[in-house]
C-alpha cells in the first residue's frame, strides 16, 4: 500500500500569507497525485487534479507541484475562506489512498 | 447541476447489516465510475469501493473486503453499499464520489453517517 505522509499536520496562518503543504508517497507515484479541500462540516472538493492541473471554479491563488514522491499544495494569499482540511490522494495503484490531512487555521 | 445525495444510515449492532444508497442527477450515471469513500469521526478519508461504469471490475480496500459489496443500477441512477457484519470500526460517515476513470473524484455527496454500537 502506498502511504501518502502530509505536512504540517496543522498550520496557523494569517490572512494574505503565502500556505504552503506538502505530501509525500512511500513509492513512485508519477503525477497521479490529487488534491481536495474539506472545509468543516462539508464534503470534499476537488482542488487539483494530477499534481498540478487546475479545476474549474477553484480559486487560482490554489496551486499544485510535483511529480514522482513529493508534491506541494500552495495557497497564495490566504483567504479567510480558506479555513479547512486538505488532504492528498493517489491514484497510481491500488488500494487508492489518502494523506492524513493538513488543517489549516485564520489566525 | 450534478448532485448526488446519499441515504441508508443509522445505528446499527456490531454484527449487523446495512444498505446505503446514492442516487445521481445532473449528469448521465450510466458513463461514470463511482466510488465509496468514509471519514470516522474526526479522522481523515479512507477509499473503500469503487466500481466501473458498467459495474465491472470492481475493487475494494482490505478492510471491507468480504464485508461490502458495492453495486450500481444505471437505469436507476443509483449507487449502493451493502455493508454486512458490521464492526465498530466501520463507524463513519459514508460518502459517495463521482470517479473520473480510476482517478480523481470530482464531485461527492453530502455523505451519510453510519454508527455501529452496542
Known amino acids: 500500500e502506498i502511504v501518502l505522509t502530509q505536512s504540517p499536520d496543522f498550520q496557523s496562518v494569517t490572512p494574505k500569507e503565502k500556505v504552503t503543504i506538502t505530501c509525500r508517497a512511500s513509492q513512485y507515484i508519477d503525477r497521479s497525485l490529487h488534491w481536495y479541500q474539506q472545509k468543516p462540516d462539508q464534503s470534499p472538493k476537488l482542488l487539483i487534479k494530477y499534481a498540478s492541473q487546475s479545476i474549474s471554479g477553484v480559486p487560482s491563488r490554489f496551486s499544485g507541484s510535483g511529480s514522482g514522491t513529493d508534491f506541494t499544495l500552495t495557497i497564495n494569499g490566504l483567504e479567510a475562506e480558506d479555513a479547512a482540511a486538505y488532504y492528498c490522494h493517489q491514484s497510481s495503484s491500488l488500494p487508492w489512498t489518502f494523506g492524513q490531512g493538513t488543517k489549516v487555521e485564520i489566525k | 447541476e450534478v448532485q448526488l445525495v446519499e441515504s441508508g444510515g443509522g445505528l446499527v449492532q456490531p454484527g449487523e447489516s446495512l444498505r446505503l444508497s446514492c442516487v445521481a442527477s445532473g449528469f448521465t450515471f450510466s458513463t461514470y465510475s463511482m466510488n465509496w469513500v468514509r471519514q470516522a469521526p474526526g479522522k481523515g478519508l479512507e477509499w473503500i469501493a469503487y466500481i466501473t461504469s458498467s459495474g465491472s471490475p470492481i475493487y475494494y480496500a482490505d478492510s471491507v473486503e468480504g464485508r461490502f459489496t458495492i453495486s450500481r443500477d444505471n437505469a436507476k441512477n443509483s449507487l449502493y453499499l451493502q455493508m454486512n457484519s458490521l464492526r465498530d470500526e466501520d463507524t463513519a460517515v459514508y460518502y459517495c464520489?463521482?470517479?473520473?476513470?480510476?482517478?480523481?473524484?470530482?464531485?461527492w455527496g453530502q455523505g451519510t453517517l453510519v454508527t455501529v454500537s452496542s
Open positions: 464520489a463521482r470517479g473520473w476513470g480510476s482517478s480523481w473524484y470530482d464531485y
